[in-house]
T-cell receptor, first 113, second 113 residues
Framework: DSGVTQTPKHLITATGQRVTLRCSPRSGDLSVYWYQQSLDQGLQFLIQYYNGEERAKGNILERFSAQQFPDLHSELNLSSLELGDSALYFC????????????FGPGTRLLVL | SQQGEEDPQALSIQEGENATMNCSYKTSINNLQWYRQNSGRGLVHLILIRSNEREKHSGRLRVTLDTSKKSSSLLITASRAADTASYFCALGSHTGANSKLTFGKGITLSVRP
């Protein structure tokens, strides 16, 4: 158990809908990262937050957004969902942005029908 | 490519044998990490080797890094059925006060009992 929690574990929704994925980092970790894992694209970095502020952006679509709250939990919002958004979404955390090792949560499996 | 290229894509061995997995890359890195993912689960950090290191050990794991050839290998000795998982090479780079991980597509290791 990495200490990173993600909810929900599974999510089934329809095209065009909006969902919110939630992540709680390890105790003491200030930096949160979001990744998308799909069969064709592999593990893609989406976005990073540090202590409430956006730190780095990766291959995140404009339909997706994220934020980190004062209690350090983070939410990833996915809107206007398409079939291709079906994937595993992982959250990871680290103490600080410069820390090299990331600790991953169990993921949220999103299925868009 | 900014991500590591793992080789082979899939590996099947008998319990007790050694498993060797390779990762090649093209960019400059600060460190290289290996992660393991059990089917549909979160990634687990295995080992990190910095760019000024050549070899590291952790239990049954041995990782080497050759920065002149831009390649790394992960050796799992005396494999067990429980080692069956996907293994990912992640390239660590520092940009200012931030660190970034770029994951490869992974190697599927199957250890037959």
């Amino acid at each position: 158990d990495s200490g990173v929690t993600q909810t929900p574990k599974h999510l089934i929704t329809a095209t065009g809908q909006r969902v919110t994925l939630r992540c709680s980092p390890r105790s003491g970790d200030l930096s949160v990262y979001w990744y998308q894992q799909s069969l064709d694209q592999g593990l893609q970095f989406l976005i990073q937050y540090y202590n409430g502020e956006e730190r780095a952006k990766g291959n995140i679509l404009e339909r997706f957004s994220a934020q980190q709250f004062p209690d350090l939990h983070s939410e990833l919002n996915l809107s206007s969902l398409e079939l291709g958004d079906s994937a595993l979404y992982f959250c990871a955390s680290s103490v600080a942005p410069i820390q090299e090792t990331q600790y991953f949560g169990p993921g949220t499996r999103l299925l868009v029908l | 490519s900014q991500q590591g290229e793992e080789d082979p894509q899939a590996l099947s061995i008998q319990e007790g044998e050694n498993a060797t997995m390779n990762c090649s890359y093209k960019t400059s890195i600060n460190n290289l990490q290996w992660y393991r993912q059990n089917s549909g689960r979160g990634l687990v950090h295995l080992i990190l080797i910095r760019s000024n290191e050549r070899e590291k050990h952790s239990g049954r794991l041995r990782v080497t890094l050759d920065t002149s050839k831009k390649s790394s290998s992960l050796l799992i000795t005396a494999s067990r059925a429980a080692d069956t998982a996907s293994y990912f090479c992640a390239l660590g780079s520092h940009t200012g006060a931030n660190s970034k991980l770029t994951f490869g597509k992974g190697i599927t290791l199957s250890v037959r009992p």
